[in-house]
């Protein structure tokens, strides 16, 4: 089959390797879309890939082609989201329902070969059966989706509150309209490109505010009756966002990073003491997971695509490209602000 193969830094090729099989346990995925994700980027353009050569790819969906010796959930011709992380089961983080802290696990389109590729193979609990209403677009967002949802619980977090969602990529407005179906008073999405926060009104936002702008603390005071927001979520891993969830946070607010940062980061004393005036509580989120494995993340997403709850906008996607172009796709990144949103690999055009 044909796939997109990393061999070296800035080295991915279009090119044929051996198709994966249905082992038992197994279903063989006919790959539809995958999502270029943050992570790829330096997998391909840097140096954080595990191993050469290397398919990577973990944001997909595809059709069901065919299942292994004893699967049972998904039969041949089920549309299905892929489900990333392969955890151990074994380890004591594994045991009290916590995967996405297993220090002993795999990862499909990092650890082993992922979906930049005609098919790929993964154990049975690793693929999420979606409705044929969902798009296969929708299904590769999925992950991002479940992401954004898992942060979005990691607070103690309750609905007629305000919730302030710093940064309007993809995990940004999806964590924005979690907080909308989880009752939020009021949510506001911070950034500095107006388009992303048109798009956040489009989607349910009730104020998008541009962070550039002078006096855009005014606009906070006035939305939260100077109060502060309630819930504060990073999500672009940005050192100014990263600074700014703690001037926005109220008194006993609680604030969760859902971005990951990609570079020091150091806080005045004036900054970092808001912690203690205002109390608030800190906490970060990793990936998506929960008991029983892959958790309710993932079913709350197809369902809640399904039911429109979550919705899908034509501009979350900047460009959709065919597989044998995917060098192409990776170079785009190199042009600092070109690509304003989520690339899809179409790996049946």
Same mark, same amino acid.
């Given at each position: 089959?044909?796939?997109?193969?990393?061999?070296?830094?800035?080295?991915?090729?279009?090119?044929?390797?051996?198709?994966?099989?249905?082992?038992? %346990?197994?279903?063989?995925?006919?790959?539809?879309?995958? /999502?270029?994700? /943050?992570?790829?980027?330096?997998?391909?353009?840097?140096?954080?890939?595990?191993? *050469?050569?290397?398919?990577?790819?973990?944001?997909?969906?595809?059709?069901?082609?065919?299942?292994?010796? %004893?699967?049972?959930?998904?039969?041949?011709?089920?549309?299905?989201?892929?489900?990333?992380?392969?955890?151990?089961?074994?380890?004591?983080?594994? !045991?009290?329902?916590?995967?996405?802290?297993?220090?002993?696990?795999?990862?499909? $389109?990092? +650890?082993?070969?992922?979906?930049?590729?005609?098919?790929?193979?993964?154990?049975? +609990?690793?693929?999420?059966? *979606?409705?044929? &209403?969902?798009?296969?677009?929708?299904?590769?967002?999925?992950?991002?989706?479940?992401?954004?949802?898992? @942060?979005? +619980?990691?607070?103690?977090?309750?609905?007629?509150?305000?919730?302030?969602?710093?940064?309007?990529?993809?995990? $940004?407005?999806?964590?924005? !309209?979690?907080?909308?179906?989880? /009752?939020?008073?009021?949510?506001?999405?911070?950034?500095?490109?107006?388009?992303?926060?048109?798009?956040?009104?489009?989607?349910?936002?009730?104020?998008?505010?541009?962070?550039?702008?002078? @006096?855009?603390?005014?606009?906070?005071?006035?939305?939260?009756? @100077?109060?502060?927001?309630?819930?504060?979520?990073?999500?672009? @891993?940005? &050192?100014? &966002?990263?600074?700014?969830? *703690?001037?926005?946070?109220?008194?006993?607010?609680?604030?969760?990073?859902? %971005?990951?940062?990609?570079?020091?980061?150091?806080?005045?004393?004036?900054?970092?003491?808001?912690?203690?005036?205002?109390?608030?509580?800190?906490?970060?989120?990793?990936?998506?997971?929960?008991?029983?494995?892959? /958790?309710?993340?993932?079913?709350?997403?197809?369902?809640?695509?399904?039911?429109?709850?979550?919705?899908?906008?034509?501009?979350?996607?900047?460009?959709?490209?065919?597989?044998? !172009?995917?060098? !192409?796709?990776?170079?785009?990144?190199?042009?600092?602000?070109?690509?304003? $949103?989520?690339?899809?690999?179409?790996?049946?055009?």
């Amino acid at each position: 089959m044909k796939a997109g193969v990393v061999h070296a830094k800035n080295d991915i090729r279009y090119e044929e390797i051996a198709k994966p099989a249905a082992e038992p %346990g197994k279903v063989l995925v006919k790959v539809k879309y995958t /999502g270029i994700c /943050g992570s790829d980027i330096p997998r391909v353009n840097g140096d954080a890939c595990h191993y *050469f050569p290397n398919v990577l790819g973990h944001e997909f969906s595809g059709t069901v082609e065919e299942v292994g010796e %004893g699967v049972t959930s998904v039969k041949p011709g089920d549309r299905v989201a892929g489900v990333p992380l392969v955890p151990c089961m074994e380890c004591e983080d594994c !045991q009290k329902g916590n995967y996405s802290l297993c220090k002993h696990y795999s990862f499909i $389109g990092s +650890r082993e070969f992922g979906s930049f590729a005609k098919y790929v193979a993964v154990p049975e +609990r690793n693929v999420v059966k *979606f409705d044929d &209403t969902v798009s296969f677009e929708m299904g590769a967002l999925f992950e991002p989706a479940t992401v954004a949802l898992h @942060g979005l +619980r990691r607070l103690d977090y309750k609905g007629g509150k305000t919730v302030a969602i710093l940064g309007g990529g993809t995990i $940004g407005m999806l964590t924005m !309209q979690w907080a909308k179906i989880y /009752g939020a008073k009021k949510v506001a999405v911070f950034d500095i490109v107006e388009e992303r926060l048109d798009l956040a009104r489009r989607l349910g936002a009730d104020a998008g505010v541009n962070s550039a702008a002078a @006096g855009y603390m005014d606009q906070v005071k006035e939305l939260t009756g @100077g109060r502060g927001f309630d819930y504060v979520y990073e999500t672009a @891993g940005n &050192t100014a &966002t990263m600074k700014m969830a *703690f001037a926005l946070a109220g008194n006993k607010a609680q604030v969760c990073f859902i %971005g990951t940062p990609t570079r020091e980061l150091a806080f005045s004393v004036e900054e970092w003491e808001n912690i203690n005036r205002k109390e608030f509580y800190l906490t970060g989120s990793w990936m998506s997971y929960s008991a029983p494995f892959p /958790g309710d993340e993932w079913e709350l997403a197809a369902h809640c695509f399904k039911t429109g709850q979550l919705q899908f906008d034509d501009s979350f996607i900047y460009k959709k490209m065919p597989l044998s !172009q995917i060098d !192409q796709a990776f170079e785009m990144y190199k042009t600092p602000g070109l690509v304003k $949103g989520k690339i899809l690999i179409d790996s049946e055009a």
